[in-house]
């Protein structure tokens, strides 16, 4: 299911193949969110383009619309969007707790009021599962709690303690029903490591999750609103306990500096809606840093987006001309900046694997790094 292939000499990067149902997947690899079935604006023929290797939905958001029983009729997910590669489903969990509005848990799950029309819903751990077996996911999430930051102690314990509780209920149920494919693997199931910011109760969370047995195990619970040094931490920690021969995924954390610095933790899979968010925003992100698009310094700038990227976006077209479909308010201009910054984290993570392989992980990581932040600090400065 997961083969270990390279190892970094000098930190903990890793790279591997992660067999799903649709294919395999190398890593370290990016995840572009598509939560509705969609990665916003772009097509699946412009994903693969980039090299997209698999994609995230959600359960959530897919259960109330269009509705599980329009997506089984199609015949899944996959045939639903067209889409023929791998596809992670997030449980919905953080989207229960942050959008649902009346929402109330207990140990039997979460029951909460639609945040598009107010209908009541509960959700229990094997409904989450059964949801996603439904949807054909490749690799399915369980419902979690991702509780706030900041969360006292006592709260963190006690929702990690529940999370728990539906860990081991989704696991019984997933291998109860576990679905075959006649002519791939099983579809697979990970672990959510939750805990807050306590380093004890991330330690007790894995000893339990690796107790009950999952194909990997994702870290849950960080990009929050805690700092860039806290996030640091928590992932070197946690990642560190964790089996070394099952694939380890950070949840949520997508600032191209942060995955490289993770990838030398030893994190093998990421997702993060900041480059489309952030792209239907005007935000461009490149080898040497961000560049705000909208800008007035950008009017008469001919260059590409970035002259080392092999986009579509930066092959045809220049930063004066992305300046002003913005500024025009023309749609074209969000989806060639979403296109640009999917292709440009797809390509980092690629190249991170490449200098895994070639030994020279680290001399990669720290030239990365410092023309990243270098180039930032001296636009600032203007």
Request: net charge neutral.
């Amino acid at each position: 299911m997961f083969e270990l292939l390279h190892k970094d000499t000098t930190t903990k990067a890793r790279a591997g193949i992660l067999t799903t149902a649709h294919g395999m997947i190398e890593t370290p690899v990016f995840m572009p969110v598509g939560t509705q079935g969609t990665v916003k604006t772009l097509s699946n023929d412009e994903l693969k383009a980039c090299g997209t290797q698999i994609i995230l939905g959600n359960a959530y958001h897919l259960y109330l619309r269009p509705g599980i029983e329009l997506i089984k009729k199609a015949g899944g997910l996959h045939q639903f969007m067209g889409w023929d590669r791998p596809i992670l489903t997030d449980s919905g969990g953080y989207q229960i707790f942050s959008l649902a509005v009346l929402r109330k848990l207990t140990e039997e799950g979460a029951e909460f009021s639609s945040h598009i029309d107010g209908s009541r819903h509960m959700l229990t751990p094997e409904k989450i599962v059964e949801i996603q077996q439904t949807l054909g996911s490749d690799i399915i999430m369980p419902l979690d709690e991702c509780v706030h930051y900041p969360a006292a102690k006592d709260y963190a314990t006690q929702s990690l303690a529940l999370t728990l509780k539906w860990a081991r209920r989704s696991k019984d149920y997933f291998s109860k029903y576990d679905i075959r494919d006649t002519k791939y693997e099983r579809r697979l199931l990970f672990g959510i490591v939750q805990g807050s910011t306590y380093l004890d109760l991330r330690k007790r969370a894995v000893e339990a999750l690796v107790d009950i047995g999952f194909d990997g195990y994702a870290i849950g619970g960080v990009s929050v609103g805690e700092g860039h040094d806290l996030i640091r931490e928590i992932t070197e920690e946690t990642a560190s306990l964790l089996p070394e021969d099952k694939p380890r995924y950070l949840m949520g954390v997508g600032m191209p500096p942060d995955m490289i610095e993770a990838i030398a933790q030893g994190i093998d899979m990421f997702d993060c809606v900041v480059p489309t968010r952030n792209g239907r925003n005007g935000q461009a992100f490149t080898s040497a840093g961000e560049l705000q698009l909208r800008n007035a310094e950008f009017k008469e700038d001919l260059r590409p987006i970035d002259a080392a990227c092999g986009c579509f976006t930066c092959r045809h077209h220049t930063r004066a001309y992305m300046r002003h479909l913005f500024n025009t308010e023309e749609i074209l201009g969000l989806r060639l900046v979403s296109l640009h910054n999917i292709h440009f984290y797809v390509t980092l993570i690629s190249l991170a694997r490449a200098a895994i392989q070639e030994g020279s992980f680290e001399a990669f990581r720290k030239s990365f790094a410092e023309n990243y932040q270098r180039k930032r600090k001296e636009r600032k400065l203007k």
